[in-house]
């Protein structure tokens, strides 16, 4: 169960990386991995993506137990 938390966590992460990359139009080609580990930074930033991988994990926590 903790590998299948760990691997959706971190899938979020590389998710989130990947829209903050492709996402932003006007710096697309001028964005670096340090422009993003600068973002995390940010506090709102770093809750933010607490929220989505906590929503990720209770959602697959409740569908194990479904499947149960």
């Known amino acids: 169960m903790f590998e299948k938390l760990l691997?959706?966590?971190?899938?979020?992460?590389?998710?989130?990386?990947c829209m903050y990359f492709f996402g932003n139009k006007k710096y697309k080609s001028h964005l670096e991995l340090k422009h993003y580990i600068s973002t995390l930074k940010i506090p709102i930033y770093q809750k933010i993506l607490i929220m989505k991988i906590l929503i990720v994990?209770?959602?697959v926590i409740i569908f194990s137990i479904i499947s149960i």
Do not use: E
């Open 57 to 59: 994990q209770v959602l």
């Open 7 to 17: 691997f959706y966590s971190l899938l979020v992460i590389t998710f989130d990386a």
